[in-house]
């Protein structure tokens, strides 16, 4: 079964750290994986997108890292402001071939505050 | 423009009454997805279109679901009869050309069923 597993549930951090989300997953076969920003009472919003054969990709101050042969990935924050608090969300997509479409798989999410 | 658009923003209404929320995609967008998303499940995908024609529901709960599209603008997500374990935020989400292409999301509608 196609799974998504995002650590920690929670994050709080000061203002100006830097922190690691991670995500760790068991889809295949897979085609890529996004991550997405959710505010509060927020739509989510796609900050990556990473395939099997990107190991980094970098939005600003914040850092996705894909390691595709142990499944994991992470994001990294750097100098960490109050607008990064919200719930980050893991999303990987997998190619059916029997059924010739796509599947999601979505993680709950890490929820991060940022504090003065 | 706008950005997916959804209506109402905030529902509440009471166990067995028929519920129905709206979803404007971004123009140009192929694809629409309505999502459901609780603190205990996260975001689920209830079904998607494209080009208005129903692709994979196999997200969608029960019969008390259903969703149409009748044209490249809009779409709804009915529930008849509600209950209160559908309470949840819904959100409607557009893309240019697939489920795994990046997905625009709406603000979502909450939903309170008591």
């Known amino acids: 079964k196609n799974q998504v597993e995002q650590s920690p549930q929670s994050l709080i951090i000061l203002e100006g750290k830097n922190c690691t989300l991670q995500?760790?997953?068991?889809?295949?076969?897979?085609?890529?994986l996004r991550w997405y920003k959710q505010d509060t009472g927020r739509g989510p919003v796609s900050l990556t997108i990473?395939?099997?054969?990107?190991n980094t990709k970098s939005n600003g101050r914040y850092t996705a890292t894909l390691d595709a042969d142990t499944k994991q990935s992470s994001l990294h924050i750097t100098a960490s402001q109050l607008s990064d608090s919200a719930s980050y969300i893991c999303?990987?997509?997998?190619?059916?071939?029997?059924?010739?479409?796509?599947?999601?798989?979505f993680g709950k999410g890490t929820k991060l505050s940022v504090i003065p | 423009d706008a950005g997916v658009i959804q209506s109402p923003r905030h529902e509440v209404t009471e166990m067995g009454q028929e519920v129905t929320l709206r979803c404007k995609p971004i123009?140009?967008?192929?694809?629409l997805f309505w999502y459901r998303q609780t603190m205990m499940r996260g975001l689920e995908l209830l079904i998607y279109?494209?080009?208005?024609?129903?692709?994979?529901d196999s997200g969608m709960p029960e019969d008390r679901f259903s969703a149409k599209m009748p044209n490249a603008s809009f779409s709804t997500l009915k529930i008849q009869p509600s209950e209160p374990r559908d309470s949840a935020v819904y959100f409607c989400?557009?893309?240019?050309?697939?489920?795994?292409?990046?997905?625009?999301f709406g603000p979502g509608t909450r939903l309170l069923v008591l």
């Open positions: 989400a557009s893309s240019i050309s697939g489920l795994q292409e990046t997905q625009y």
């Open positions: 995500c760790n997953y068991t889809v295949s076969p897979f085609s890529n």
């Open positions: 990473m395939t099997f054969s990107e």
């Open positions: 999303v990987v997509s997998a190619y059916d071939s029997g059924a010739g479409s796509y599947q999601l798989t």
């Open positions: 123009s140009g967008h192929d694809y």
């Open positions: 279109f494209n080009n208005n024609v129903p692709i994979d």
